[in-house]
């Protein structure tokens, strides 16, 4: 079942790059994408200097907050924890806030660190309140109360600064609208850290079998955390620097891989990665094609589609 599971993964997401490719506010042929690709043509607007490099950070954006997700669901062993309920999203984005505010032609090379610091901030404030115990549940619930309040102070830092509301208010909607080559740099780390995830796989499988029994069959519980976590954080805060925060792909992409893949992290996580780019992908370009030329936001498509599989995640729960 996974064998086959997996190529049909991949050949959606090979028919949604492609996809990604032809639609826009205009519709192009293969044939006349093929041939742009092969010129190459720097002066090309269409394809080499927007869709494709827009297309590759959609795909890298969605498998950093896939994989996130499935790590901390696993680390929490809960299914509705993400990296969006947990601080590490609303940290990474307060902070580039202060950054875009503070300097407005801040360079694109200093983003991702400071949203990394920003993610790690989120996290930090979460692990100190949860010292000396962990309970999935109270760790859950603290990391909303961490998540509100950091997206308070982003919130008054806007209405505070309403000249420069405009492009920090779209970044932090979640948009990809005006990336291109240069901001794929910070992504390049993402498929080789999801790769080095796979290392703590069997733990993280025995971490959802009960912290005794995990102990009992030898999982270092408290490292196998900190690992899995501070991967969550990167990952997290590296998409969140080019792409803004994406709601509900870190909480939706491993739900659909694990009724897919069942448990076993060393194929959930890739799945997620997959089910996240496909995610991503297919929302920027129903947002680019919908209206053109006005676009819709990645962060709100995600959104309209994930809040109702939150409500109803929430219900088979109860």
């Known amino acids: 079942m996974s064998r086959y599971a997996s190529t049909i993964l991949i050949l959606l997401l090979i028919v949604m790059f492609l996809a990604s490719l032809m639609f826009g506010a205009t519709t192009l042929s293969l044939g006349r ?9 720097h002066q090309d607007f269409e394809i080499w200097n927007h869709r494709l490099p827009r297309t590759i950070i959609a795909m890298l954006v969605g498998a950093g907050m896939g994989a996130a997700g499935a790590l901390i669901q696993g680390v929490v062993r809960n299914p509705l924890a993400s990296p969006d309920i947990l601080g590490v999203t609303q940290g990474a ?12 032609q801040l360079p694109v090379g200093y983003i991702a660190p400071l949203a990394c610091l920003g993610g790690a901030a989120g996290a930090g404030m979460l692990l100190l309140y949860n010292v000396g115990g962990f309970s999935p549940l109270r760790f859950a619930l603290s990391g909303v109360a961490v998540s509100v309040t950091l997206s308070s102070v982003t919130e008054y830092l806007l209405l505070a600064n309403p000249t420069e509301i405009n492009t920090t208010l779209l970044s932090l909607t979640g948009s990809i609208w005006g990336r291109g080559w240069m901001h794929i740099f910070p992504l390049l780390p993402i498929p080789a850290l999801i790769a080095l995830t796979l290392l703590i796989s069997k733990h993280l499988d025995l971490i959802g079998l009960g912290d005794d029994t995990a102990t009992a069959l030898g999982a270092r519980l408290k490292l196998t955390r900190w690992v899995a976590i501070a991967f969550a954080v990167v990952l997290t805060s590296l998409a969140v620097s080019v792409a803004g925060p994406i709601s509900f792909v870190g909480l939706v992409a491993p739900h659909i891989a694990r009724r897919v893949f069942a448990g076993a992290h060393h194929t959930l996580i890739p799945a997620a990665a997959v089910v996240g780019a496909l995610m991503v992908v297919f929302a920027d370009t129903l947002g680019r094609t919908i209206a053109p030329p006005m676009e819709i936001p990645v962060g709100v498509l995600t959104a309209v589609v994930g809040a109702p599989y939150f409500l109803w995640l929430l219900f088979r729960i109860r």
Do not use: C, S
Request: cysteine-free; charged content about 15%; aromatic content about 4%.
């Open 33 to 41: 994408i093929l041939e742009l690709l092969i010129e190459q043509d």
């Open 93 to 104: 984005g307060l902070v580039l806030t202060i950054a875009m505010l503070l300097f407005p």
